[in-house]
């Protein structure tokens, strides 16, 4: 079910985009793996049209992508490019880096597909409402933070501020260095006993 909802939205992407279809064309018939670990693993193949194809083989394929679960939800929040920088690519060098340059450069032309079903300027409308919505959402979540960690650092100090922290360290420090000679003492005290 990963394989095929993986396969048929990268293939999607892939069909707006002829330059990455142009990209993986020469390496039709190559296999690569995409493990998501430790949930599943998606074996597909690079077809002679330039998109991606189900691929079930007893050989090791030759390129590995491997990415943590626990990253995925960065796909959502920074998109491809900045999460691609999270996947360890493996195998063949001319293979992997045309994979990892498409799918660092695969953008989904949302405007494209909601054209289809309600009309261009409605379409148009809709994406740059969704835009404004996701930024307002960043920027209350950052505004949310920076009252979260004043609210903990100043008034009801779990956290230490950060323009504290150097003398906090050097305290500990000195803590440190006098807990040593007090362990000293007691060592040599315990000597002449």
Do not use: C
């Amino acid at each position: 079910m990963i394989s095929s909802l993986f396969l048929s939205a990268t293939n999607h992407l892939l069909a707006q985009a002829g330059w990455a279809r142009q990209r993986l064309q020469p390496h039709a018939g190559r296999t690569a793996r995409l493990v998501l670990s430790p949930v599943a693993e998606i074996d597909f193949s690079v077809a002679n049209d330039g998109q991606l194809a189900e691929w079930s083989g007893e050989e090791a394929p030759e390129v590995s992508l491997r990415l943590a679960v626990a990253d995925l939800p960065r796909l959502l929040v920074d998109g491809l490019e900045t999460a691609m920088r999270h996947v360890r690519i493996e195998g063949n060098a001319e293979f992997a880096e045309a994979l990892g340059f498409v799918f660092r450069h695969l953008r989904w032309d949302a405007e494209e597909d909601l054209s289809r079903l309600f009309g261009d300027i409605a379409a148009h409308r809709l994406v740059e409402g969704g835009r404004k919505v996701v930024e307002e959402g960043r920027r209350s979540l950052e505004r949310a933070s920076g009252n979260v960690a004043e609210y903990l650092t100043e008034e009801s100090t779990l956290l230490v501020p950060r323009k504290a922290l150097p003398a906090f360290a050097e305290e500990v420090v000195a803590l440190r260095d006098a807990v040593a000679r007090l362990d000293k003492r007691v060592a040599r005290l315990e000597k002449r006993r």
